[in-house]
């Protein structure tokens, strides 16, 4: 169950996914998907005249665009196409923003979110991204090459459980399915085959795949056809008509009944798709004559840990619960321990050990939950291989600017890290630098190691 409410409160002038009630006074909406959980409201008279009465436009991929234009013809220009891997820039009334748009691998055309302005925000929606192929995203790495540290993530947690820690690629599970029903189809000519899914929506791939490898549309009932048709990926994958194929999907509880209009009852084979059943601590036990096949269009635990581990996000807003509470308070602890192990242990994108250096005083408030921002000093008499800083620390109560003093260059080239000198204030410029504060063991030494940005070095680090 989704409980993502529509709106990023960094950017609270912008909607995602739903589209009713106050989200209807944002001034720009984004669609990752069309399956009709993320479309509250899309074909309601209140969006629809929100959209043409005041100009307003809603943003999707290439694929959904496609698609939502066959759905709602009426909403003619106030559709509009966002490219791939490109950043756009956005400007509201008060603000600006930049939004590029990722692959999230769930269905054609979803697409994750990446939102900039002063923070940067990653909106997953409904995704499955190999652990593999996290890291070869552009959009998460910064001019200097370096990962960029998400703000917050606003993320798919519908199998973010210790119980479902990995699934089958999607591409294997897909090549067991056509594997067996071509093996079911050749060996007995009477066999009809019932491909049975959890949802109603989202097997997109599955019916794509089977008629390419097996050659044979899939049949399905009108709401599912309607929607299919509408993707045009999909042509000629499903069909309405129960005589021109052996393979049923979404056509009706009672497939014999509904499909087959033979004299006598052929043979009906059975494949589940299912990963809810994939529990690693499941008790089920299929019925005789139905193979199970594990098929995820979501993140598994790993694939969602691996996320987390590699954008190090400062918060995480869960995006989907259960109906089950003890399964939710499960998904809120596991959040909670990966955002505590990111705020303890040392980016996994540094090689060197750092070295404690003596300040001679000790910041007791780096042990709480302060976030850190490093500007660069004006002052230019500094050596070749010292730079003048300043610290921002924001936390709950205020906002607190603080000279720390003239900080010594490493010379490493893969990691900057810098020895705190403390000294009279300075006038300070506006670049910011991500920090992140380090305290060692030793009593009188912090450690501040900054990443993604380095004053003597203008190259990828």
């Not at 269009?297 to 989907?320: Q, W």
Request: glycine letters at 4%.
């Amino acid at each position: 169950m989704r409980t993502f409410s529509g709106k990023i409160q960094e950017i609270p002038n912008i909607s995602v996914d739903r589209f009713v009630e106050e989200n209807l006074k944002s001034e720009i909406f984004f669609l990752s998907h069309c399956h009709t959980d993320h479309m509250v409201g899309l074909d309601s008279y209140n969006f629809k005249s929100e959209l043409m009465d005041n100009k307003k436009y809603l943003y999707a991929s290439e694929i959904s665009c496609t698609i939502l234009k066959n759905m709602f013809p009426h909403y003619g220009d106030c559709l509009k196409m966002l490219p791939l891997n490109t950043p756009k820039i956005f400007q509201l009334k008060n603000s600006s923003f930049a939004v590029t748009l990722i692959p999230a691998g769930h269905c054609p055309g979803s697409v994750m979110f990446l939102f900039e302005n002063d923070k940067k925000i990653l909106y997953t929606g409904d995704y499955r991204v190999n652990i593999n192929d996290i890291k070869k995203f552009a959009a998460f790495y910064n001019t200097y090459g370096s990962v960029k540290i998400m703000d917050k993530i606003y993320l798919d947690t519908t199998f973010f459980l210790k119980n479902y820690p990995s699934f089958p690629k999607r591409d294997e599970s897909l090549e067991q399915l056509c594997d067996i029903l071509k093996k079911w189809l050749e060996e007995n000519a009477s066999v009809f085959v019932h491909v049975k899914t959890s949802a109603k929506y989202g097997y997109e791939y599955v019916y794509k795949e089977i008629f390419k490898k097996i050659g044979m549309p899939v049949h399905v009932n009108k709401d599912v056809y309607k929607f299919y048709n509408l993707v045009p990926e999909l042509d000629g994958t499903v069909t309405l008509d129960p005589t021109k194929t052996r393979i049923h999907g979404n056509c009706g509880t009672k497939l014999a009944y509904n499909c087959l209009s033979d004299e006598k009852l052929l043979e009906i084979k059975t494949v589940k798709l299912s990963a809810m059943m994939w529990n690693k601590n499941r008790n089920y036990e299929p019925k005789i004559g139905t193979h199970c096949i594990c098929y995820s269009t979501h993140a598994s635990y790993e694939e969602g840990v691996a996320l987390i581990n590699f954008l190090r996000p400062k918060d995480i807003e869960i995006c989907v619960e259960h109906e089950n509470v003890c399964i939710n308070n499960e998904i809120r602890k596991l959040v909670q321990h990966h955002l505590l192990k990111i705020r303890n242990v040392e980016p996994s994108n540094q090689s060197v050990e750092p070295k404690s250096f003596n300040t001679g005083k000790r910041e007791e408030s780096l042990k709480k939950n302060i976030n850190y921002e490093i500007f660069e000093s004006s002052n230019s008499e500094n050596s070749s291989n010292t730079t003048d800083l300043n610290v921002v620390k924001h936390n709950e109560s205020q906002r607190e600017e603080q000279f720390l003093g003239t900080v010594q260059n490493s010379d490493d080239d893969k990691n900057v890290l810098y020895k705190i000198m403390f000294g009279s204030p300075e006038i300070t410029t506006n670049k910011v630098v991500d920090i992140i504060p380090d305290v060692s063991d030793e009593e009188d030494s912090v450690i501040y190691n900054i990443v993604n940005w380095s004053p003597n070095k203008k190259k990828k680090l």
